[in-house]
């Protein structure tokens, strides 16, 4: 073999691993669990939950850990398993047909329709940690029912601490938050329009 022969090859195989250095593992993928909550009688017969609005920056793949700071620390490897406005739909749906059991809660955007006695329109506006390792979810709701012009509206500010550092603390945190949020809202329910 010559010495430019050697040389390419010494090469190639020097790029082929500086590659395989560079590839990032797969990633972890997590999901937020339903919270059981109080079964509660009477509520609507039928609940229609809206697309749920999010603050674009939780609009991503990864993990949002921070945006304290003026700063967005993202979790690299630590990713949601499904589009997060669809996982808290899914999950808010299972929580509050859980806390009303009376009532059918449906997605908007799904293959089930009916007309609605209630709507909820959500927007979460954050969903991560502050400065002192608290998981923090502030939304706004707006309930309308049926019959009724002027909606409901509340807004929440759920603060849930943190057991330990890394996704799966924060995500158990963001969890326990959706279901506080899933017994806000079902309180709003039962309540009906006399909650204004």
């Not at 609005?53 to 945006?67: C, K, M, N």
């Not at 502050?130 to 509206?153: E, M, W, Y």
Request: proline share 6%; net charge neutral.
């Amino acid at each position: 073999m010559t010495a430019g022969r050697l040389t390419r090859r010494m090469a190639a195989l020097a790029a082929l691993a500086v590659l395989a250095a560079c590839a990032s593992p797969n990633p972890l993928l997590y999901t937020i669990a339903p919270v059981p909550g109080a079964a509660r009688a009477g509520g609507p017969t039928v609940v229609l939950l809206q697309q749920i609005g999010l603050a674009r920056y939780l609009e991503r793949s990864q993990i949002v850990h921070s945006s304290e700071n003026y700063r967005l620390d993202v979790m690299t490897n630590d990713w949601w398993g499904e589009p997060l406005g669809a996982m808290l739909s899914r999950v808010l749906i299972d929580e509050i047909g859980q806390r009303l059991p009376q009532a059918t809660v449906i997605a908007e955007n799904g293959a089930v329709s009916s007309p609605a006695d209630a709507t909820i329109a959500l927007n979460v506006q954050r969903l991560d940690e502050d400065a002192a390792g608290n998981l923090v979810l502030l939304a706004q709701a707006a309930l309308t029912f049926k019959g009724q012009v002027a909606p409901v509206l509340r807004s929440f500010r759920l603060v849930v601490a943190s057991q330990g550092a890394g996704a799966q603390p924060e995500v158990a945190a963001i969890s326990v938050a959706v279901g506080q949020l899933a017994d806000g809202l079902a309180s709003l329910l039962l309540a009906g329009p006399a909650a204004r």
